[in-house]
């Protein structure tokens, strides 16, 4: 417990008294206005004026020692006890003032209002005891104070190391954010690439056929002006079909859409349409039990992908596992203000404890040439974080069934 008191007065018979009342030992008079006094209680420091009071406040203060108490007489004849307790207090503002005088130039209320609290006043003659009481509750009070700022000193470095090392982890995942947005970016590139080979590679086939057919037909002189019309004709389709693909998937895959109210079952026959021919082509069987009347609020594309994404899960588990009679059903319902809609394969389910992790950032069991483990993790960031809807998957029967919620929105 900080003990220390200074104490300044003219008055030398004056500290003599002070001395005897704060020190538990009787002593002789004191010759030197600065000598210092321990006892067992306080640890008192005398001094003729205030003005040398200030100079060793401010000195130990400097040091990183602090006084507790101070006991200004306020008539002095170089520093008034008024204008020393302005001092001090300009230099530590939690210093506690006792002001002892038999007349004063200031009135109590102008000290008090220009020194604010821990500010007390006692009039000569005083009661030594009463004197001796104040100092001591008052030195209590001030030691608890300071405990309180000290915790509050710790509290304020512990939040601010608790703040910077959030500030951290929430940068790591930012740029662990960028990282995957950029995977999966360059992962969405090559879907891209990859779909479009796949609706190319048909119609391609085609043309080549269309010209090896004009070459023989110039080749054996069957080449007329009617068969050349008529391959040529077949020739320009099959190419308008390639571009309007190319277009399709420019649409599809566009960044910075707007945010629009869109009918969900509208979206999602479009999803399917780019992935009709690998369905086709596998005889996958998709049931729709979708209600065309209901919308939501988003990003159309970014929920088509999600779509797309969803069902092509379903696709690869089924040829995974070589499924007899494949089938994905996918329902639009609405429950309240809720529109729910529903993918169900029966490509076999997965084990639970993978579906606690499924929507982890590369989470996949696909093989690592075929999956980056990304897929679901932003079909999640889409619903819940763009959309502010709710995703979750489940093993259902003979497969998996995973169901988005969206709150409906009308025109």
Same mark, same amino acid.
């Given at each position: 417990?900080?003990?220390?008191?200074?104490?300044?007065?003219?008055?030398?018979?004056?500290? =003599?008294?002070?001395?005897?009342?704060?020190?538990?030992?009787?002593?002789?008079?004191?010759?030197?206005?600065?000598?210092?006094?321990?006892?067992?209680?306080?640890?008192?420091?005398?001094?003729?004026?205030?003005?040398?009071?200030?100079?060793?406040?401010?000195?130990?203060?400097?040091?990183?020692?602090?006084?507790?108490?101070? +006991?200004?007489?306020?008539?002095?004849?170089?520093?008034?006890?008024?204008?020393?307790?302005?001092?001090?207090?300009?230099?530590? !503002?939690?210093?506690?003032?006792? +002001? %002892?005088?038999?007349?004063?130039?200031?009135?109590? /209320? !102008? %000290?008090?209002?220009?020194?604010?609290?821990?500010?007390?006043?006692?009039?000569?003659?005083?009661?030594?005891?009463?004197?001796?009481?104040?100092?001591?509750?008052?030195?209590?009070?001030?030691?608890? $104070?300071?405990?309180? #700022?000290?915790?509050?000193?710790?509290?304020?470095?512990?939040?601010? @190391?608790?703040?910077?090392?959030?500030?951290?982890?929430?940068?790591? /995942?930012?740029?662990?954010?960028? #990282?995957?947005?950029?995977?999966?970016?360059?992962?969405?590139?090559?879907?891209?690439?990859?779909?479009?080979?796949?609706?190319?590679?048909?119609?391609?086939?085609? $043309?080549?056929?269309?010209?090896?057919?004009?070459?023989?037909?110039?080749?054996?002189?069957? $080449?007329?002006? *009617?068969?050349?019309?008529?391959?040529?004709?077949?020739?320009?389709?099959?190419?308008?079909?390639?571009?309007?693909?190319?277009?399709?998937?420019?649409?599809? @895959?566009?960044?910075?859409?707007?945010?629009?109210?869109?009918?969900?079952?509208?979206?999602? !026959?479009?999803?399917?349409?780019?992935?009709?021919?690998?369905?086709?082509?596998?005889?996958?069987?998709? *049931?729709?039990?979708?209600?065309?009347?209901?919308?939501?609020?988003?990003?159309?594309?970014?929920?088509?992908?999600?779509?797309?994404?969803?069902?092509?899960?379903?696709?690869?588990?089924?040829?995974?596992?070589?499924?007899?009679?494949?089938?994905?059903?996918?329902?639009?319902?609405?429950?309240?203000?809720?529109?729910?809609?529903?993918?169900?394969?029966?490509?076999?389910?997965?084990?639970? *404890?993978?579906?606690?992790?499924?929507?982890?950032?590369?989470?996949?069991?696909?093989?690592?040439?075929?999956?980056?483990?990304?897929?679901?993790?932003?079909?999640?960031?889409?619903? !819940?974080?763009?959309? =502010?809807?709710? +995703?979750? %998957?489940?093993?259902?029967?003979?497969?998996?069934?995973?169901?988005?919620?969206?709150?409906?929105?009308?025109?």
């Amino acid at each position: 417990m900080n003990n220390i008191i200074y104490i300044a007065d003219d008055d030398k018979n004056l500290l =003599n008294l002070y001395s005897s009342i704060f020190s538990s030992e009787e002593s002789d008079e004191l010759d030197f206005f600065s000598d210092e006094t321990d006892s067992e209680e306080f640890s008192i420091k005398l001094f003729e004026d205030g003005y040398f009071l200030v100079e060793e406040f401010e000195k130990a203060y400097q040091r990183g020692e602090k006084i507790p108490i101070v +006991i200004l007489d306020m008539r002095m004849p170089k520093m008034s006890g008024f204008e020393t307790a302005k001092k001090v207090r300009d230099i530590d !503002e939690n210093v506690i003032v006792i +002001i %002892i005088t038999a007349y004063s130039d200031v009135s109590m /209320s !102008e %000290i008090r209002f220009q020194l604010k609290n821990g500010i007390y006043y006692f009039k000569k003659p005083f009661n030594e005891d009463e004197l001796y009481s104040l100092v001591d509750s008052a030195l209590k009070q001030w030691n608890h $104070l300071q405990e309180i #700022i000290q915790l509050k000193d710790a509290l304020n470095k512990n939040n601010i @190391f608790l703040e910077d090392r959030v500030k951290e982890e929430v940068e790591k /995942s930012r740029d662990k954010d960028r #990282i995957i947005a950029r995977q999966q970016r360059l992962s969405y590139i090559g879907e891209v690439l990859s779909s479009v080979a796949h609706h190319w590679r048909q119609p391609l086939n085609q $043309l080549t056929l269309l010209i090896e057919d004009l070459n023989d037909g110039y080749k054996y002189g069957d $080449l007329n002006q *009617e068969y050349f019309e008529k391959n040529s004709e077949d020739m320009v389709k099959i190419v308008n079909y390639m571009s309007k693909t190319i277009d399709n998937f420019r649409d599809f @895959f566009a960044p910075n859409e707007q945010e629009t109210i869109f009918p969900v079952a509208e979206a999602i !026959e479009n999803a399917l349409e780019l992935y009709d021919l690998s369905i086709k082509h596998d005889s996958i069987n998709i *049931e729709l039990d979708v209600d065309s009347n209901l919308k939501i609020k988003g990003f159309v594309n970014e929920f088509s992908r999600v779509v797309v994404s969803l069902v092509e899960n379903s696709h690869d588990a089924i040829l995974r596992n070589n499924i007899e009679l494949p089938k994905i059903k996918i329902s639009v319902t609405q429950k309240n203000d809720l529109v729910n809609v529903k993918i169900i394969d029966n490509a076999g389910g997965v084990s639970e *404890e993978f579906i606690e992790k499924v929507f982890d950032p590369y989470s996949t069991i696909k093989n690592q040439t075929k999956g980056t483990g990304l897929g679901l993790f932003f079909c999640k960031v889409v619903v !819940e974080s763009h959309m =502010n809807g709710n +995703i979750g %998957i489940e093993n259902f029967e003979n497969g998996i069934a995973v169901e988005m919620s969206f709150m409906e929105q009308k025109d």
